[in-house]
T-cell receptor, first 113, second 112 residues
Framework: AQSVTQLGSHVSVSEGALVLLRCNYS??????LFWYVQYPNQGLQLLLK??????LVKGINGFEAEFKKSETSFHLTKPSAHMSDAAEYFC???????????FGTGTRLQVTL | DVKVTQSSRYLVKRTGEKVFLECVQD?????MFWYRQDPGLGLRLIYF???????EKGDIPEGYSVSREKKERFSLILESASTNQTSMYLC???????????FGQGTRLTVV
């Protein structure tokens, strides 16, 4: 069975500071991994995805994530936070065909002046 | 633009009512999902379907059923609504080749 763990339900950073949101997965087979973002009163939209090509994945809005198999991690980073990055972020895993798309519990990012 | 459309943004229903939540996608995806989202609990999978007429239980199927009679439509049914089913419900369809999912805007259901 696969599972996704996000450490930290709330993260607060200053504008211009580094953003680091943590995600670890467990899966019996190599999964596809995703980060989604949800702005207030909206559905989820895809930030970036790992599908077994390059281990460093670049997404929209300056975000990137690195797949580390040895650590079973897929942490999301952004060098410099912007006020517009305040949202909830979800990490997700999928192992293909008829499998579940499994989400972590989410991390709410707050950006302060 | 790809689209996943949920029939209602907001619903208020009474305890004991039968409730239908509809989801339609226009991307010809085989896989579709229903989640509920609650503060602090993230997205929890209720049911998913990987083909027409096929369904699989997710992590919290109790009190729910689903129907997938056509590829583009996946319906979530609350047989007898209860107050603990008050939640945000999200539908998604997924491109099987790379796992990329597309979400509807969500239905906020309140059961009184």
């Amino acid at each position: 069975a696969q599972s996704v763990t996000q450490l930290g339900s709330h993260v607060s950073v200053s504008e211009g500071a580094l953003v680091l949101l943590r995600c670890n997965y467990s899966s019996s087979v190599p999964p596809y991994l995703f980060w989604y973002v949800q702005y207030p009163n909206q559905g989820l939209q895809l930030l970036l995805k790992y599908t077994s090509a390059a281990t460093l994945v670049k997404g929209i809005n300056g975000f990137e994530a690195e797949f580390k198999k040895s650590e079973t991690s897929f942490h999301l980073t952004k060098p410099s936070a912007h006020m517009s990055d305040a949202a909830e972020y979800f990490c997700a895993a999928y192992t293909g065909t008829a499998s579940k798309l499994t989400f972590g519990t989410g991390t709410r990012l707050q950006v302060t002046l | 633009d790809v689209k996943v459309t949920q029939s209602s943004r907001y619903l208020v229903k009474r305890t004991g009512e039968k409730v239908f939540l509809e989801c339609v996608q226009d991307m010809d995806h085989e896989n579709m999902f229903w989640y509920r989202q609650d503060p602090g609990l993230g997205l929890r999978l209720i049911y998913f379907s990987y083909d027409v007429k096929m369904k699989e239980k997710g992590d919290i199927p109790e009190g729910y059923s689903v129907s997938r009679e056509k590829k583009e439509r996946f319906s979530l049914i609350l047989e007898s609504a209860s107050t603990n089913q008050t939640s945000m419900y999200l539908c998604a369809s997924l491109f099987r080749d790379n796992g990329e999912a597309f979400f509807g805007q969500g239905t906020r259901l309140t059961v009184v």
